[in-house]
Structures are given as C-alpha cells and as structure tokens.
C-alpha cells in the first residue's frame, strides 16, 4: 500500500516548456486535489476532482489542465510553463472524513 | 470567500519551552484538521477535532476547537527538536475542499 504516489520529484524546465505531473493513489478514494505551495503563502489549491470524470478549478488555476484519467490517478499539466509557476506540486487524496494524504511532492524550477 | 487564519507565522523556541499556534476561521466549521510538514517532506494528518469545546491530546501535543467552532489551538508542551516543521490547520469547504492557514514554522534551538 503505497498510498498517494507522485512523479517526478524534481524538474527543470525552461519558460515555455511543457509537462506532465503525474499523480497516484491505491486508497480507492474518490477525491484527488493539486496544491501548489510557496514559502509564506501556504497551501493553495490549484484544481480537485471530487469523483472520477470530474473537475474543478481552485484557488489558482491559470496557466494548469488536469486529466482525472480513472479513479487513481490525477495529473497536472503545464503547457508553456513561467518562472512563476516555480514551486513544490503536492497531490492529495482525501477520504470520507475530510482527511487528506499527501504524496511526497515535485520540487519544480523553471527558468 | 471562506478563510483561514493562521498565528503567528514563525516561532523559534529553546528546547524544552513550550509553543502554541492559533487559527481562526471567518465562518462556522463542521470540523478542523491539523497537519505537520517536516522540513522538505510533505503535510500530514495530525487530528481532527469534530465538537465544540472539544481538546484531544497527543503525548506532549494538545489540540482544541473553540466553543463556536470558529477558532482552534495546538499547544506543544516542552518542545523536542523532533517537533520542528510547519504546523497547518485546516477547515472543510464547500465540494469536498480544504481551506489551509498559511501556517506556523517552528523551529528549536537545542
């Protein structure tokens, strides 16, 4: 049981390119989130599917897709990515009681 | 739209003092979670508090959700250098989120 697993867990990108994060959970929870996080600004949400075959935006979606592709796995996409779009990516998954897991995060730099 | 507050934002603390962080919600929670993030790892689930009014307690770690279950506390007893990280506190929203405070960093000096 690997719970909420993430890839990579680092990248470098320079302005303008484009990838794929990759999310997995093995919980068989229906819920899935993508949060970014900055020194000082905390936790923001980026999109969450609260079931599989949906999604929604967060707190901060501009410049993000996202594929719920079945009910394990959830991937962020950056398709021209920006210096400002440097940051630590967390997927989470959440069970019934509100509860959340993380995965262990992609430390992203773009350039 | 809902919010979650946070403080203070930083505390460096001797070993052996004690530590406490506070969070205050603009609405009414149905509950609220507390999360710890190690330095370079990731958020993970502490607690949850359900009951106005209620304290839960962890070996050196109390936890309280206020009467109106607007505002909640973690209180630390004697800090070992094992409780350095982030301390977050968090409240369900509407569609299945979580709003987080912007959390608290600890840090202690040995």
């Known amino acids: 049981n690997a719970g909420v697993t993430q890839t990579p867990k680092f990248q470098v990108l320079k302005t303008g390119q484009s990838m794929t994060l990759q999310c997995a959970q093995d919980m068989n929870h229906n819920s899935m989130y993508w949060y970014r996080q900055d020194p000082g600004m905390g936790l923001r949400l980026i999109y969450y599917?609260?079931?599989?075959?949906?999604?929604d935006k967060g707190e901060v979606p501009n410049g993000y897709n996202v594929s719920r592709l079945n009910k394990r796995e959830f991937s962020l996409r950056l398709e021209s990515a920006a210096p400002s779009q440097t940051s630590v990516y967390f997927c989470a998954s959440r069970r019934n009681t509100d509860t959340q897991y993380f995965g262990p995060g992609t430390r992203l730099t773009v350039l | 739209g809902q919010q979650v507050m946070q403080i203070p934002q930083y505390q460096h603390v001797q070993e052996g003092e004690d530590f406490t962080t506070y969070c205050n919600s603009s609405t009414t929670l149905s509950n609220i979670q507390w999360y710890k993030q190690r330095p370079g790892g990731h958020p993970v689930f502490l607690i949850q508090l359900v009951k106005s009014g209620e304290v839960k307690k962890q070996k050196r770690l109390t936890f309280q959700f206020g009467e109106a279950k607007k505002n909640s506390s973690l209180h630390i007893t004697a800090t070992q250098t094992t409780d350095v990280g982030t301390y977050f506190c968090a409240g369900p929203a509407y569609g299945n989120k979580l709003v987080f405070g912007a959390g608290t960093i600890l840090r202690v000096k040995s």
């Open positions: 599917s609260a079931s599989e075959g949906t999604t």
